[in-house]
């Protein structure tokens, strides 16, 4: 089996480490093509505007000078003589649970190679304030990933789709299939601070998103201590809106 690994976070993050120790117990043919530096948030975007490089960090490990989607399209047409059996993305510092996924690098690459038509994992590790910078903070995602991973090779997977898992920060309890969860934006605050020159910036996302746990959601089972596995999809069509509109624009 062929792996193209991924992220969002850089090629020289944790995660990417840990993801290629959890890559390795399923195969010895393992490729790396990720970001040359971080690009959290990218979300699904492509690097259109300046050209995209690509560096060769060791056999079978290269860098995009792009976004997570620019890394997954280089691995596919540049780096590969043929197409991966499977793309794993992350494992992210952080998660990328409800709504989220829609600003996420890690995601967005997974989405990238379900857009090919390739079985793709988007995997990210919950951090908490006691995990965070230690040995442990990627303990659950070694321990779980395999686990997560082994069934779904051969599991049939729906066309344009992909999996998104995320890892709570300590102590699963097992392993869930969930829907995703929703975050309240609306109550969102922007920082405003003054640089040494003197000029203002902003600064986003240092607040908590509040949520509910609402039943069945991986914002659920994560704060349940659970590995959390949802099946995402790339047609966003809201379908009962569709008929409503046409009747708007009959005659």
């Known amino acids: 089996m062929r792996i193209l690994l991924t992220n969002d976070d850089g090629i020289h993050a944790p995660g990417l480490e840990v993801l290629e120790a959890i890559a390795a117990q399923f195969s ?6 990720a970001p040359s530096e971080e690009q959290s948030g990218a979300g699904h975007s492509l690097t259109l505007n300046h050209p995209v490089r690509l560096q060769k960090f060791g056999d079978r490990r290269f860098a995009v000078t792009g976004t997570p989607t620019d890394a997954v399209t280089m691995g596919l047409r540049q780096v590969l003589d043929r197409p991966p059996d499977l793309i ?11 709504d ?5 690098g890690t995601a967005s690459a997974a989405m990238e190679g379900a857009l090919a038509g390739i079985r793709a994992i988007a995997l990210s590790q919950v951090i908490s304030p006691e995990t965070r910078g230690t040995a442990a903070e990627f303990a659950q995602a070694l321990e779980w990933a395999p686990k997560v991973i082994r069934p779904l090779i051969d599991a049939p997977f729906g066309n344009r789709t992909f999996l998104n898992v995320n890892f709570p920060p300590k102590d699963a309890k097992g392993i ?8 309240d934006y609306s109550r969102g605050s922007v920082v405003e601070g003054t640089d040494p020159r003197g000029l203002r910036y902003f600064w986003f996302g240092l607040d908590p998103i509040e949520h509910t746990l609402d039943h069945g959601t991986d914002l659920e089972a994560i704060d349940d201590r659970f590995v959390t596995v949802t099946p995402l999809q790339l047609d966003l069509t809201h379908y009962p809106t569709i008929d409503n509109l046409a009747g708007r624009f009959e005659g």
């Open 176 to 183: 869930r299939i969930t829907r995703q969860g929703f975050h």
């Open 88 to 98: 794993l993305s992350g494992v992210n510092r952080g998660a990328n649970l409800g």
């Open 100 to 104: 989220d996924v829609t600003y996420s």
């Open 28 to 33: 010895d043919d393992v490729w790396v093509c």
